[in-house]
């Protein structure tokens, strides 16, 4: 069943897909072209028209693009659970960040935090700075993106911290993830794909769902920060 498909994916996955998931596809005589950018971005593009043959992305709107026709309702598997971290220069002092008072402390601390302001892990981190109290404080000396792994900017020397999902920061080599966001701040993420309605060989697309929720999948996800959410893993 060779052929080519296009694949919108959330980057939550990336390390995963391109360390064994992708190179098994593509061993098979497939060919794969995926789209990596946060799910805001993924689901404006969709918004505005654009269309791919699977969406892999945060459940929520998943399930929306269904209900509305965009994505068949019957496809939609559960793929992977992603936590947010921290992650610092690798071979740095890391701070102990597994209480919330030392979560804060280690905040306030840092020279800069870099999050993103498209992906869950940023929105989220907002929510906990004032939680917190100190999101006046971190804000003033923050580097923000727009899109892409945010640890890159610990690499380039604009900040000192960053924040993403574990899978995401695991991404980027240089950095050493510091852990967890401590409860109770942290609130993993789900994420599942889909085929869309339009979709150009629907077959193809059935059987690569198949290939991100197979057993031979599980260690993938495991080795990048990553919790299968497929029945093979329990």
């Keep these: 069943m060779a052929g080519n498909l296009k694949v919108m994916s959330t980057l939550a996955v990336e390390l995963a ?11 098979a005589g497939n060919s794969v072209e995926v789209d990596w950018n946060p799910t805001g971005i993924l689901i404006e593009r969709v918004r505005n028209g654009e269309r791919g043959d699977i969406l892999i992305a945060i459940d929520s709107p998943i399930t929306t ?3 509305e026709g965009i994505l068949l309702p019957d496809t939609i598997r559960p793929v992977a659970r992603a936590s947010f971290g921290l992650a610092a220069r690798a071979g740095s002092s890391l701070p102990d960040i597994s209480t919330p008072e030392r979560f804060k ?11 993103s302001l498209t992906g869950a892990s940023g929105l989220h981190f907002q929510k906990v ?3 917190l109290g100190i999101a006046e404080t971190v804000r003033k000396r923050a580097l923000t993106i727009n899109a892409g ?3 890159e900017k610990i690499i380039s020397g604009e900040a000192e911290l ?5 899978s995401e920061l695991m991404s980027v080599d240089g950095v050493d993830v510091i ?3 401590p409860a109770p701040f942290q609130k993993p993420t789900d994420f599942s794909a889909a085929v869309f309605s339009g979709a150009k060989n629907p077959k193809l697309a059935a059987a690569f769902l198949d290939h991100l929720s ?3 999948a599980i260690e993938a996800y495991e080795r990048s920060g990553l919790k299968a959410r497929f029945p093979a893993a329990a």
């Design 17 to 27: 897909l391109k360390r064994a998931i992708l190179p098994a596809w593509e061993d």
């Design 65 to 67: 693009l269904a209900d």
């Design 105 to 115: 402390a280690a905040l306030l601390a840092a020279r800069s935090v870099a999050y």
């Design 129 to 131: 700075l004032d939680q």
């Design 149 to 151: 792994f945010t640890a």
């Design 162 to 166: 960053a924040v993403q999902q574990i």
């Design 179 to 181: 852990g967890p966001f």
């Design 214 to 216: 197979g057993a031979a």
